[in-house]
């Protein structure tokens, strides 16, 4: 009897061995340590130190149900390691109060989108000082890639496995946010926001605020109209991962409307000067120039171009951010053309919600400089905060989402309304057309000028 029961122990030992391990891998795979070594540290801001809410930190969340998983619609290679969740979440990550939102940003190498970072941490910063949302703080989980997607990748990862973030909110990353979207979509993590790269406007999860700009080359037939001397453009684009996507349609537009560019070329953001392309674009004839850079590009270009005593008839897109204006000769701007895909401040300083804007900035974050793409971030915080209201006093993704994809005519504000439902989503394929005339950067045209030829209500 003693020897049965003794059999029957170790028997029970045995499967209860196996049970053990089945289930400790499972927890492992649904959200436990991913063996990642160290982390990359964030900016050196100062503006980071403004306050705990906005330290980094805290446990992975779990994660929610995949949507189109990796090599979705807007793919391409991620990478990463691109596996579905193992388990469904029902609750947001949530920790003492604050919900954790996180943003990948180039803040240092040629963009310096640490703009875009201080704008959404002065708009979770203002929600804060206001009670927060259904008694939730707002923080933001900040990484800077350097202009590097590998870094970036890595980054992505660390969001949601190490700081276990609720969504990624208003981020500019221009290199890196084509390599990640993906994974976040098999995370379950919805993305508010971003450049308005491609591959964004494809997966379930990503919710754009802006235009896409693998189409904004569409928009040439307004170009043209405002600049009827354009030819035989020299059309020059910022050599970023996803440009390629939108010289196609840029080019195919001019061509339509029988403008025949004399070259079409990427050109790095890195270079420290354009005056060999200046020569190189008139050389062969150039009447013009199509321009599709960042924003500090600009001022290289317009160096060049003032030094070679050449003012051709240009386009630049999103030509608008203040610290470049102020650093370019204002007779070098005359006539120059340009589109925003949102309300310049400049243009617009009494616009109710500018006004909210540009006090806010000055408040929490007054040496920020503005531009389109900080105000995008601002309207993607707008548009998570609202969200986030209407998803109940205990969020989760799902909820998130669900809600997001219940905004029907939502007024950022600064962007033309925004409109959302199940599966991918383009919201706002418009953008304000504008001209530098007399000193000064002016309406061109009394509405947005949008791909879909629709005319919503004056930008006013």
């Not at 969504?167 to 979207?181: D, F, K, Q, R, Y």
């Not at 005056?275 to 317009?302: C, E, M, Q, T, W």
């Not at 240009?314 to 340009?338: C, H, K, M, S, Y």
């Not at 900080?374 to 109940?392: C, N, P, Q, Y």
Request: charged share 20%; glycine share 12%.
């Amino acid at each position: 009897m003693t020897e049965r029961w003794v059999r029957f122990w170790m028997a029970l030992s045995a499967v209860l061995s196996v049970l053990f391990a089945f289930g400790l891998v499972a927890d492992i795979r649904a959200g436990g340590d991913t063996g990642l070594k160290g982390r990359i540290p964030n900016s050196s801001n100062p503006s980071e130190q403004a306050g705990s809410v906005f330290a980094a930190g805290g446990g992975p969340g779990e994660e929610a149900a995949a949507g189109n998983g990796a090599g979705g619609a807007g793919g391409g290679g991620t990478g990463l390691q691109v596996l579905g969740p193992t388990r469904k979440e029902t609750q947001a990550p949530v920790s003492g109060g604050i919900i954790k939102v996180g943003g990948i940003f180039s803040e240092t190498g040629p963009l310096a989108a640490g703009a875009e970072a201080d704008t959404v941490k002065a708009y979770f910063q203002m929600v804060n000082d206001q009670g927060g949302v259904n008694g939730y703080k707002l923080q933001l989980v900040e990484k800077d890639d350097g202009f590097d997607a590998t870094r970036g990748q890595t980054q992505a990862r660390e969001l949601v496995e190490k700081d276990g973030v609720f969504a990624i909110v208003g981020w500019l990353a221009p290199n890196t946010e084509p390599s990640v979207v993906d994974y976040f979509q098999s995370k379950g993590v919805p993305m508010i926001g971003g450049l308005g790269v491609p591959q964004e406007f494809g997966p379930s999860l990503s919710f754009p605020v802006s235009v896409n700009l693998g189409e904004v080359g569409k928009l040439c037939k307004y170009v043209l109209d405002a600049l009827l001397g354009m030819k035989r453009p020299a059309a020059w684009f910022v050599d970023l991962t996803f440009i390629k996507e939108a010289m196609g349609p840029a080019v195919a537009c001019l061509k339509q409307h029988g403008v025949e560019p004399v070259e079409v070329k990427t050109i790095s953001a890195a270079e420290p000067d354009y005056n060999s392309h200046v020569l190189s674009a008139r050389a062969k004839g150039a009447d013009s120039l199509f321009l599709g850079f960042d924003p500090f590009s600009y001022v290289r270009i317009f160096n060049a171009l003032q030094q070679q005593g050449w003012h051709p008839p240009t386009f630049a897109w999103a030509l608008t951010n203040t610290q470049v204006l102020a650093a370019i000769p204002r007779d070098a701007l005359e006539g120059v053309g340009t589109t925003s895909p949102t309300l310049v401040d400049l243009v617009h300083p009494n616009n109710p919600e500018v006004r909210l804007y540009q006090a806010t900035m000055k408040k929490y974050y007054p040496n920020t400089f503005r531009d389109p793409y900080t105000i995008i971030s601002w309207a993607a915080a707008k548009v998570f905060v609202e969200a986030l209201r209407r998803a109940g006093p205990s969020p989760t993704r799902q909820s998130l989402v669900d809600a997001l994809n219940s905004f029907s005519g939502f007024r950022t504000g600064v962007t033309a309304d925004i409109t959302y439902r199940p599966g991918p989503h383009n919201p706002s394929p418009c953008a304000e057309g504008l001209a530098f005339q007399g000193g000064q950067i002016k309406d061109v045209y009394p509405h947005w000028i949008c791909l879909d030829g629709t005319r919503p209500f004056p930008p006013e």
